[in-house]
């Protein structure tokens, strides 16, 4: 069974930085492509970033040269660290093991293509 587990959340002041873990068990993480989302109250949820097996990343141009996805096989744990942080990117954050990549979603579950963890809430002040 597929299990993604995230800690790290919390509030922030704006222009401050949080750094979100993600444990993952259940599967062959080395494989695998890993993800993180979010969703804010209201809105739908969308792609943060993304971390290939092969190391390659992508970001969301809201986050891009802010935000970095990292990932250490050994541990199972991908990580993403959040600089310059913004009202905007409050949200509750989701790891997610990417299957296939879908961009947005009307929730963060109950996807075939990809599998979240039960999210974390993140907090912007400004």
């Known amino acids: 069974e597929v299990q993604l587990v995230e800690s790290g959340g919390g509030s922030a002041q704006a222009g401050g930085s949080l750094k979100l873990s993600c444990t993952a068990s259940g599967f062959t993480f080395d494989d695998s492509n890993m993800g993180w989302y979010r969703q804010a109250p209201g809105n739908e949820c969308e792609l943060v970033s993304t971390?290939?097996?092969?190391?390659?990343?992508y970001y969301s141009s809201s986050v891009k040269d802010r935000f970095t996805i990292s990932r250490d096989n050994a541990k199972n744990t991908v990580y993403l660290q959040m600089n310059s942080l913004k009202p905007e990117d409050t949200a509750v954050y989701y790891c997610?093991?990417?299957?296939?990549?879908?961009?947005?979603?009307?929730?963060?579950?109950?996807?075939?293509?990809?599998?979240w963890g039960q999210g974390t809430q993140v907090t912007v002040s400004s």
């Open positions: 997610s093991k990417v299957n296939v990549v879908v961009m947005r979603a009307a929730e963060c579950s109950g996807n075939e293509y990809v599998y």
């Open positions: 971390i290939g097996s092969d190391g390659s990343t």
